[in-house]
Nanobody, 119 residues
């Protein structure tokens, strides 16, 4: 089993920045890919970005590609999401997720951290 804990959410004005962290514990050797998802009020949870645990490849939702940066520190078992130029539409609960190699789905999820961007 892998446990994921997010931190770093909060309230920020439009144009501001936040950095989210997700720390993994437990059987971290099983992790192949980690990701950030988000869920805004009244909407389904959707993909934001992911990263291979090796750090060699990343992918982003188009609407955040030029503003957010996903990274990881394998020594700390921690993934980050640097969010810049935040917009009110980025307001959501942000979830961390992790996937085994070849799993085809995300096996483990954190409880989420709230990000609120005021206009």
């Amino acid at each position: 089993q892998v446990q994921l804990v997010e931190s770093g959410g909060g309230l920020v004005q439009a144009g501001g920045s936040l950095r989210l962290s997700c720390t993994a514990s437990g059987h971290t050797f099983e992790i192949d890919t980690m990701a950030w998802f988000r869920q805004a009020p009244g909407k389904e949870r959707g993909f934001v970005a992911n990263i291979l645990w090796s750090g060699s490849k990343t992918a982003y939702l188009n609407s955040v590609k030029d503003r957010f940066i996903i990274s990881r520190d394998s020594a700390k078992n921690t993934m980050y999401l640097q969010m810049n130029s935040l917009k009110p539409e980025d307001t959501a609960v942000y979830y961390c997720a992790a996937q085994r190699l070849g799993a085809g789905k995300y096996d483990w999820w954190g409880r989420g951290t709230q990000v609120t961007v005021s206009s």
